[in-house]
C-alpha cells in the first residue's frame, strides 16, 4: 500500500512561518514529481510548488519568494517551507507525488493538512 502523508499545518499568524512535510512510503522504486498544491473553501484546487528528482524546481507567482521546496530523497519526503505567510495563503495543502510502484509509474495524493492564517 502506497501512502502520502502530509503534517505540519496549523494555525500560523499573517507574516509567520509554517513548514509543511510530506512523506511517501509503500514499495516504491523511484519518485519524480513531487509537488504541493492547495484548496481554498469555495475555489479550485492549485498549483503551488514542484520539485523534480534532480532539483529543478517551479513556483507559483502567488508563492515565489515566499515559499521554498525541497527534498530529501532518501527519506522520500518533501517540504514546504512557508514565510511571510498571508492570509490568501490560508488553505488546505495537498502533496502530489508521481511514484513507480512495481511496474506502474501513476499521480500519487496525499488526504491534505490545513494552514489557517490569523490576522
Known amino acids: 500500500q502506497v501512502q502520502l502523508v502530509e503534517s505540519g499545518g496549523g494555525l500560523v499568524q499573517t507574516g509567520g512561518s509554517l513548514r509543511l512535510s510530506c512523506t511517501a512510503s509503500?514499495?516504491?522504486?523511484?519518485?519524480?514529481?513531487m509537488g504541493w498544491y492547495r484548496q481554498a473553501p469555495g475555489k479550485q484546487r492549485e498549483f503551488v510548488a514542484s520539485?523534480?528528482?534532480?532539483?529543478?524546481?517551479i513556483y507559483a507567482a502567488s508563492v515565489k519568494g515566499r515559499f521554498t521546496i525541497s527534498r530529501d530523497n532518501p527519506k522520500n519526503t518533501v517540504y514546504l517551507q512557508m514565510n511571510s505567510v498571508k492570509p490568501e495563503d490560508a488553505a488546505v495543502y495537498y502533496c502530489?507525488?508521481?511514484?513507480?510502484?512495481?511496474?506502474?509509474?501513476?499521480?500519487?495524493w496525499g488526504s491534505g493538512t490545513q494552514v489557517t492564517v490569523s490576522s
Open positions: 502530489k507525488a508521481q511514484m513507480r510502484v512495481q511496474l506502474t509509474t501513476r499521480n500519487y
Open positions: 509503500g514499495s516504491i522504486i523511484s519518485i519524480n514529481y
Open positions: 520539485i523534480i528528482s534532480d532539483g529543478n524546481t
